[in-house]
């Protein structure tokens, strides 16, 4: 009995010392923004936390709430995952990750809360 006492504590542990992912600091390279179903369809990984036009890009993840992630090999959204994005509502957070350029470099992660 006493480990699964120390399992769940471990759990609470990290649950509540938990970095808030959608911060902009050096540890976690993330940024956090908010757009509507058409800009997110036009072209989600075209703009960065600065609002400056990030080009080259060969892939990223993405993933929206209780779906699987989608893999994307282009700057576009797949007709899969716009399909997705259709049902997906205002409020939603969609992560964006691993987003790759043409010269194998990683870009900042993106929390992107959808909005009307």
């Known amino acids: 009995m006493k480990p699964i006492i120390l399992l769940f504590s471990i759990f609470l542990f990290n649950l509540t010392s938990f ?9 976690i390279p993330t940024c956090k923004l908010e757009m509507s179903k058409e800009e997110l369809k036009k072209g989600i990984v075209g703009i960065d ?3 400056i036009l990030q080009e080259n ?16 090999r282009s700057s576009q959204l797949s007709e899969k995952a ?4 259709e049902v997906a509502e205002i409020g939603h957070i969609i992560a964006v990750f ?6 194998g ?3 900042k992660t993106m929390f ?4 009307e």
Do not use: R, W, Y
Request: glycine share 2%; aromatic share 4%; charged share 35%.
């Open 19 to 27: 970095h808030d992912p959608c911060n902009d600091s050096d540890e």
């Open 49 to 51: 936390c600065n609002g």
């Open 57 to 72: 890009i060969k892939s990223f993840k993405i993933k929206f709430p209780k779906k699987p992630t989608q893999l994307i």
């Open 82 to 85: 716009i399909a997705i994005l």
């Open 98 to 103: 691993d987003i790759m350029d043409e010269d």
């Open 105 to 107: 470099h990683l870009k």
């Open 112 to 115: 992107i809360k959808i909005v």
